[in-house]
């Protein structure tokens, strides 16, 4: 079974840097997506950022476009969110969710509609505040 584990949670002054990881393994398909969600307080979960193993494309929600970047290491075995920038209302739980597919195609959707993610993390709690 896939098992998901994000790690990097921190308390950061607004405009500073902070970087998250999550652990991944047990896929068992040829296919997988890696996805980051957050939670801010009386909000819905919201997709932030997703990466497809295949060719490693990526995709970011608006909000964070050109502030975070989604990265894997060389063995695919950890993901990365580098957060440059951050807002006071990048505060929020963040979590780490996972799944893999026989297709390319269907990896690729899950992270076009952020659904399909049946494995996730517990959260890590990021703080952007003076």
């Known amino acids: 079974q896939v098992h998901v584990e994000e790690s990097g949670r921190g308390l950061v002054q607004p405009g500073g840097s902070l970087t998250l990881s999550c652990a991944a393994s047990g896929f068992t398909l040829p296919n997988y997506a890696i996805a980051w969600f957050r939670q801010a307080p009386g909000k819905g979960r919201e997709g932030v950022a997703c990466?497809?193993?295949?060719?490693?494309?990526?995709t970011y929600s608006d909000s964070v476009k050109g502030r975070f970047t989604i990265s894997r290491d060389n063995a695919e075995n950890t993901v990365y969110l580098q957060m440059n920038s951050l807002k006071p209302e990048d505060t929020a739980v963040y979590y780490c969710?996972?799944?893999?597919?026989?297709?390319?195609?269907?990896?690729?959707?899950?992270?076009?509609?952020?659904?399909?993610?049946?494995?996730w993390g517990k959260g890590t709690l990021v703080t952007v505040s003076s």
């Open positions: 969710a996972a799944d893999d597919a026989r297709t390319v195609n269907f990896v690729r959707a899950m992270c076009i509609f952020y659904s399909g993610f049946h494995f």
């Open positions: 990466l497809t193993n295949t060719d490693g494309n990526t």
